[in-house]
């Protein structure tokens, strides 16, 4: 099956520096990526939508400023989180879509953030 | 608005059997999915559906209703490996995953 890697797998940085993250997609182009927050005992939160090429789709409640999208590539797409604080200590994770649409999104395997 | 529902906590015992229930109103629909989640871990892929009916992959297997708005994931032989978080996602009509809150499998010797 496909394959997506995602870069760091944990990361600690200090409140207000920035954290990028990255998200590969290894065998296939990914013209969608999409980007994730998990909470601990908590289900994934959708983030944002990447698509190549152009802006992401951020959800409701998502600070676009804070957590900037770049999907340069079709095989690439970053979150950064700029000016951290412990509040967004969180497992950030991604995934992009197979190249039919109908069978299931690929996952990355998740970052580990910890704003100290 | 768009939901999915599914159980917060199940317990299970080793070696038996047991049924995750997911129901889900979507704009649209492009399948049903089920993905577990170990702690710590991202979700792996356990079964699509969109026709519906039963999906049998060993041990899992997934059954869809559309007319209902209904799945359930059944795992078979319970084995202390199978304590994870279940996730039901439904894909919307703009091929969007809407992800329920999951549930909590505790298997018990």
């Known amino acids: 099956g496909a394959v997506v890697s995602q870069h760091p797998s944990w990361v600690i940085c200090k409140s207000g520096t920035s954290v990028k993250i990255e998200c590969r997609s290894l065998d296939f182009q990914a013209t969608t990526m999409f980007w994730y927050r998990q909470f601990p005992k908590q289900s994934l939160m959708l983030m944002a939508t990447?698509?190549?090429?152009?802006?992401?789709?951020?959800e409701q409640g998502v600070e676009k400023d804070k957590f900037l999208i770049n999907h340069a590539s079709l095989t690439l797409s970053t979150l950064t989180v700029t000016s951290a604080h412990p509040e967004d200590s969180s497992f950030y994770i991604c995934s992009a879509s197979a190249p039919d649409r109908n069978t299931e999104a690929f996952f990355g395997q998740g970052t580990r953030l910890t704003v100290v | 608005g768009q939901n999915i529902d599914q159980p917060t906590e199940m317990t299970a015992t080793e070696g038996a059997i047991v049924q995750i229930n997911c129901t889900y109103q979507t704009s649209g629909f492009n399948g049903l999915f089920w993905y577990q989640q170990h702690a710590g871990e991202a979700p792996t892929f356990l079964s699509y559906?969109?026709l519906d009916g039963l999906e049998e992959k060993g041990r899992f297997s997934s059954f869809l209703s559309r007319s209902k708005g209904y799945s359930y994931l059944l795992l078979k032989e319970l084995q202390m490996k199978d304590s994870a978080s279940y996730l039901c996602?439904?894909?919307?009509?703009?091929?969007?995953?809407?992800w329920g809150a999951g549930t909590k499998l505790i298997i018990k010797p």
């Open positions: 990447s698509n190549e090429g152009s802006k992401a789709t951020y």
């Open positions: 996602a439904a894909m919307d009509s703009n091929y969007q995953l809407i």
């Open positions: 559906n969109v």
